[in-house]
Nanobody
């Protein structure tokens, strides 16, 4: 089992920045690829970004490319999502997720463990 706890969400004005953190506990963090997903009200959960177990490979959704950056610190068992130039359409609950290391993929069904989510609200 891997337990994931997100933090760092909040209310920010359009154009602002936030950094989300996801702290992992349980099994060896460095063996897992990590992903960030989001779900806006009335919409399906969607992929945002993913990073390989080593941090050497990342994959970012086109909708956030150039604005969001995913990174990880295996010594701290934490994955981050730096969000810049935020837009109102980025408003959602953001979830981190983990899957056994193998390939950096966007598919929700590929991830075995999920956090509870953190709310991000971007005002116009």
């Amino acid at each position: 089992q891997v337990q994931l706890v997100e933090s760092g969400g909040g209310l920010v004005q359009a154009g602002g920045s936030l950094r989300l953190s996801c702290a992992a506990s349980g099994r060896t963090f460095s063996r897992y690829d990590m992903g960030w997903f989001r779900q806006a009200p009335g919409k399906e959960r969607e992929f945002v970004a993913a990073i390989s177990w080593s941090g050497g490979s990342t994959y970012v959704a086109d909708s956030v490319k150039g604005r969001f950056t995913i990174s990880r610190d295996n010594a701290k068992s934490t994955v981050y999502l730096q969000m810049n130039s935020l837009k109102p359409e980025d408003t959602a609950v953001y979830y981190c997720a983990a899957k056994p290391g193998g390939a950096v993929v966007p598919g929700i069904g590929q991830y075995d463990y999920w956090g509870q989510g953190t709310q991000v609200t971007v005002s116009s």
